[in-house]
């Protein structure tokens, strides 16, 4: 049974930095899209970065391309989500995702079958 784990959640002021990471464990991520979602106060689930198996295909939601970055290694079983120039609209809780399905698919049409059980992002002065 495949396990998420997300850190790096944190308080940052905008315009800051902040990198999440997922860790899988129980089982090897190297078949999976991973994806990044994101839930802010009162709003609808949102999927924010999607990356293929082998990394060759991402997704990024409108509301943060240009600023977000998602990569992966499949030796460490892991991926990030890296998160320049944040706004206070990215205020939300992430989550970590995983399914056998396309990145359109996951993040598009939220089709996931693992979630981590998500680190909280602030983005206040």
């Known amino acids: 049974q495949l396990q998420l784990v997300e850190s790096g959640g944190d308080l940052v002021q905008p315009g800051g930095s902040l990198r999440l990471s997922c860790a899988a464990s129980g089982a090897t991520l190297d078949y999976y899209v991973v994806g990044w979602f994101r839930r802010a106060p009162g709003k609808e689930r949102e999927g924010v970065a999607c990356i293929s198996d082998s990394g060759g295909r991402t997704y990024f939601a409108d509301s943060v391309k240009g600023r977000f970055t998602i990569s992966r290694d499949n030796a460490k079983n892991m991926v990030w989500l890296q998160m320049n120039n944040l706004k206070p609209e990215d205020t939300a809780i992430y989550y970590c995702?995983?399914?056998?399905?396309?990145?359109?698919?996951?993040?598009?049409?939220?089709?996931?079958?693992?979630w981590g059980q998500g680190t909280w992002v602030t983005v206040s002065s």
């Open positions: 995702a995983a399914a056998y399905t396309t990145v359109q698919a996951m993040c598009r049409f939220s089709e996931t079958d693992y």
